[in-house]
């Protein structure tokens, strides 16, 4: 015996009773376009549930296409994407009869992102946008680049590696490290280089005597 759908009223109900739970700083839900009703509803009710939060949608390969023009790109690693496939395989097994469920196909979804923003090295997760509000941005999550700080280093090799294990050793880690290098002679580049080698979030910038300030704000609008 076929059970009915339930109506608009029935799941917005239920949405609203939902919606009276946890306080999400990020909302990942169906593109309002799907073409698959069942996800267009889910979509739908989303932006009807929740009105002052950040909301990304996303689309879900499928027979339809359906794959829309994004307008907001999440870079992702290479480790990250495999990780991504892997679980989509090995979790959704009720589509891996389908034919275009394979690691061929998620993974071209992330190339094809990457080159739309002209990134062709750098995966991307793509996501539509319809509003971004400054308040749902600033003060619920930050997707925006890491903070910067700034170090100024002119011949100071004995203290340069204590500063460093120092920033690094931060309980935060979502930081960039300028490490600002007037033209030092004693060594100082060679110590950054290593630093930056090992941890991505160091960076030299170095210029035959200016202003270390100046190239450091530069850096940091870059």
Known sequence: MATSRPTWGESRTRSKAFRRGPEPDLIWTHNRDDRHQDHRLAGDLT?????????????????DGDLGQPNFYVPLTSATVQRKVDVLLSTFTTQQAKPWFDEATFAACSGCAASSVARRKAMRRPFHARKLGHSSVTSRVRLFP????GVRSLTAKRYLAATLDSLLNQTIDDFVVLVGDNASTDGTAEIIHAYAARDRRVRHVRHPRTSVRRRIIAACAS
Do not use: A, S
């Not at 932006?47 to 027979?63: A, G, M, Q, S, V």
């Open 47 to 63: 932006w009807n549930t929740w009105r002052d939060h950040l909301i990304l949608e996303y689309e879900i390969p499928k027979w």
């Open 146 to 149: 890491p903070y910067h700080g």
